[in-house]
């Protein structure tokens, strides 16, 4: 598979403007144009001068700044000088002379509102169920074997060490999958967003050169987003030291209950990295200061829709998990101990922990691409409003001539 066009970012050497889309006649918007989109797809076939000196549409008609014009006259009918008895004119348009926006993939090339985006999440793994479905499936059941055989050995061999090896034993191969994960499933979003299949080995061979930096922004966006928690941590970790010195505890708890608001601000502020990395083949810093300048203006609103979405997997998750949770403690019922003294409850017998993990996998297997998904529209949503990369999107996925009217007239859907 092919790098996908039109996902770099703008090559202008002053960063992207935040409150402005560019209008659709913006030089750069033409393929080819001088533009910081300019050239990406290559000029359209057939486009070139008219004998005035103008420019031509691809099939010699007239043309303006903002692309082909359509010929006035009684055939399209209409409410002005080109009808001859002032009827309606123009092809079937959404609201007020707006022209409807194309839906060549999972979304439509504008502004998306909420529900656009979790439809076009949940659209994603219903069209591309093979490969989204596939991909997380073996994701999640290697998670999930890794998890249960830590708590099986801390079941076999109780005790702190044990314990404590089976909780933080399988994050560094977690963290590797989660990684895996956000770059293929950003690929095969990506993919979907201009309506072409691909195949999870297709997926693989893209992501793959991103997956060192993408593993790299992982490290360091964790590190940044702990950072605020660290005073208020070792202060807690003193008090237990000092005999639980209730001082040093209170302190420690209001510290951590600061850091907490901070932590989720850096989280937001960094949402968008990851699809910059992948996407754009920005590196580790250029990626996170390229979130920072897609989330400025709209961290509110980002922050509503991740916290939606968490809530909505949350409790889908939890309906799958309940009963399944309930059915591992009623088969662990006899054992030599089913959590017992154990601090962190992780001892459990095989048959419970099997079948936790098949519950496990399967709620991963849909929870996955799901919350990929909506990140990478989220990005994609940001980039349309501020860069006009709806425009670049049309013209990859066949569709040259959008982007003739003033996009930046567009209505914003309700709730966007």
């Known amino acids: 598979m092919t790098d996908t066009p039109g996902w770099a970012s703008p090559g202008s050497s002053e960063p992207p403007r935040d409150d402005v889309r560019p209008p659709a006649g913006s030089a750069g918007d033409t393929p080819g144009g001088p533009g910081p989109y300019g050239g990406a797809y290559g000029s359209i076939p057939g486009q070139g001068q008219g004998p005035d000196g103008g420019a031509s549409a691809p099939d010699g008609g007239p043309q303006d700044a903002r692309g082909p014009v359509a010929p006035q006259g009684p055939s399209q009918g209409g409410w002005g000088p080109g009808s001859p008895q002032g009827g309606w004119q123009g092809p079937p348009q959404a609201g007020w002379g707006v022209p409807l926006s194309p839906k060549p993939g999972i979304i439509p090339l504008r502004p998306l509102g909420v529900g656009e985006i979790l439809d076009g999440a949940v659209t994603t793994v219903r069209r591309h169920w093979r490969t989204a479905l596939g991909l997380s499936l073996g994701l999640a059941a290697f998670q999930q074997v890794l998890e249960a055989l830590g708590q099986w050995l801390a079941y076999e061999r109780p005790g702190t060490v044990t314990e404590i090896v089976a909780l933080l034993g399988p994050l ?5 999958l989660g990684v895996i994960a956000v770059g293929m499933l950003t690929m095969v979003v990506s993919r979907a967003v201009l309506g072409q299949p691909v195949t999870v080995s297709e997926a693989w061979k893209a992501a793959l050169p991103r997956l060192v930096p993408l593993t790299g ?7 940044i987003i702990a950072a605020p928690f660290v005073p208020g941590s070792v202060l807690l970790i003193v008090a237990v030291a000092d005999g639980l010195n209730e001082g040093l505890l209170g302190l420690g708890a209001i510290l951590l209950l600061a850091a907490a608001p901070f932590a989720i601000w850096l989280a937001i502020d960094l949402s968008l990295a990851a699809p910059a990395v992948v996407l754009e083949r920005q590196g580790v810093l250029a990626s996170m200061a390229r979130s920072r300048r897609l989330v400025k203006g709209s961290w509110w609103r980002l922050l509503g829709i991740n916290v939606l979405t968490r809530v909505l997997i949350g409790v889908a998750s939890t ?4 009963p399944v949770t309930a059915v591992a403690g009623f088969l662990s019922i006899g054992g030599d101990d089913v959590g017992g003294d154990n601090p962190f409850l992780v001892g459990l017998p095989p048959l419970g922990l099997l079948v936790l993990a098949i519950g496990g996998t399967v709620v991963a297997t849909f929870t996955i691409p799901l ?3 909506v990140n990478v529209l989220l990005y994609i949503d940001q980039r349309i409003r501020r860069e006009a990369l709806d425009i670049e999107l049309a013209r990859a996925a066949g569709l040259p001539d959008y982007g003739s009217a003033d996009l930046a007239d567009r209505p914003t859907p309700p709730g966007a």
Request: glycine share 0%; no cysteine.
């Open 217 to 223: 922004l992982t490290l360091l966006t964790l590190l």
């Open 172 to 176: 560094p191969v977690e963290l590797l």
């Open 319 to 322: 309906i799958v998990m309940a």
């Open 371 to 373: 919350s990929a998904a």
